[in-house]
Every structure is written in structure tokens, then in C-alpha cells.
């Protein structure tokens, strides 16, 4: 019926990649995220709790089939409480929009929920500090896709301390989740190097050709 549906729309010329197929079945995912958001609130268990102003737990679609994972909040963030509202986050929001996807239709959230001190690079103690916040949101959303912006996601998620250039445009499985997992280059490396953004759009055409796959 969907595959139906899928040939009828693209043969009318709708743009149907973004098509949801998952039926909604994680009613009440809201309620469960919140406790964990109220658990992040609490947490001192690294010391950046000491010196945020806001904790970043994530926003967007409880139910999203496509999660984004960035590094850390920045100063932008910590102040409103919201991941990738500076210029990095505007940036994704372009890349977004021009293969049809908006911020509310998929769930971002960070490696970790308080920001490191000018920005740094979290630690490998703060990532694990944080690690079981993000893997319980990813086990309540669900999702059908992955995506790792930059190298502390990647890290993180896969285990694997490679350039991005090396992880980019491929599909990873790991044991945990299996659903594709995709790296791609972190939206503020683009800012300080904006040679690259011809590669995004390889990365976002790659990740359209995963969201209308059949797998999807
Ligand atoms: N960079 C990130 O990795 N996350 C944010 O929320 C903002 C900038
Ligand atoms: Fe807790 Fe994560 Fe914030 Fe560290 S970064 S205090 S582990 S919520």
C-alpha cells in the first residue's frame, strides 16, 4: 500500500521522500522524555553543571524518524535552554529545509547537555558522564535514521576515532540500534570553512536517498 501510494505520488510529481511510514505507536514518549529532562535538570554528575545557566536536553518530534546528534550547547544554547539556535544552528536549519525537512519534524538534541567552558571540546569523562541521558532518548524516540554532526558524535555513537571525511556518506549499523547511523560534517566546521559546503550537499542527498528508501 505505501509503495502503492509512493509510485502514485511521485508519478504525480509530489516529492514524497519524506514519507512517514512508522505508525505512531510511542504514545506518551512526551511523558517519558520529561523525566529524563527533569533527571538532566538535577544532574551534577560532571562538573559542567556547575557553570551552565541552562541545561540543553533537546527538542523537536518526540516521535521523529529522524534524530540529528550534534557535540555540546554553546553560548546561544545555554542561555535559551535550546540546542542549535546560533549561527551553526542556522546553518543546519538551510541544510534542512532544502531537502523539505523543518526543525519540528525531527528531534536534535547534543553528546552532552551543558555547555563546556568557551566552547571546548567536551571531555571523554563528560561524555560518559552524559552518555545515559542521550542513549535513553534515543531508545524512547525511536528513530528510523541517525544522523552524528562532526567527530564527538561520531565518537561517541560509533566508537570509531576516524576524520570525518572517512565516516561521511556511509551507513553504519551497530549492534544497539538497527537503523542506518550517518556522519555528517558538523555545521560550524562549515562555518569556518565554507570551501566544504559543496560536500554537504553530498551529505544530504545522501541522507534523502536513506529516508526514501524502502528501509524508511
Ligand atoms: N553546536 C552543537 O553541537 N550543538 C548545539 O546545540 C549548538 C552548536
Ligand atoms: Fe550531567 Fe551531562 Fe550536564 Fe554533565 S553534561 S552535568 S553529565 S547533564
Not at 86 to 98: E, P, Q
Not at 163 to 177: M, N, V
Not at 192 to 197: D, I, N, V
Request: hydrophobic share 35%; with cysteine; glycine share 6%.
Amino acid at each position: 500500500m505505501v509503495d502503492k501510494t509512493r509510485l502514485y505520488l511521485s508519478e504525480m510529481g509530489v516529492d514524497i521522500f519524506w514519507f512517514r511510514t512508522k505508525p505512531i505507536t510511542n504514545h506518551g514518549s512526551d511523558d517519558n522524555l520529561s523525566i529524563i529532562e527533569k533527571n538532566v535538570e538535577d544532574c551534577k554528575k560532571c562538573s559542567l553543571h556547575k557553570i551552565r545557566d541552562n541545561i540543553v536536553f533537546g527538542d523537536g518530534d518526540s516521535s521523529a524518524d529522524l534524530m540529528i546528534i550534534g557535540e555540546a550547547p554553546g553560548r546561544e544554547e545555554d542561555k535559551a535552554g535550546k540546542p542549535f539556535i546560533g549561527r551553526a544552528g542556522k546553518l543546519l536549519n538551510s541544510f534542512l529545509s532544502s531537502i523539505n525537512l523543518d526543525r519540528e519534524s525531527i528531534f536534535i538534541t547534543n553528546t552532552v547537555k551543558c555547555r563546556p567552558p568557551e566552547n571546548r571540546n567536551p571531555s571523554e569523562a563528560e561524555i560518559q558522564s552524559c552518555s545515559g541521558f542521550l542513549d535513553r532518548q534515543i531508545d524512547i524516540i525511536k528513530p528510523k535514521v541517525l544522523v552524528l554532526l562532526g567527530k564527538i558524535a561520531a565518537n561517541r555513537l560509533l566508537n570509531q576515532d576516524k576524520p570525518i571525511s572517512e565516516l561521511r556518506l556511509k551507513k553504519f549499523f551497530i549492534e544497539k540500534y538497527n537503523i542506518p547511523i550517518i556522519v555528517f560534517y558538523h555545521p560550524a566546521y562549515i562555518l569556518r570553512s565554507p570551501s566544504q559546503k559543496t560536500k554537504v550537499w553530498d551529505d544530504l542527498k545522501f541522507l534523502k536517498s536513506i529516508i526514501s528508501s524502502d528501509d524508511c
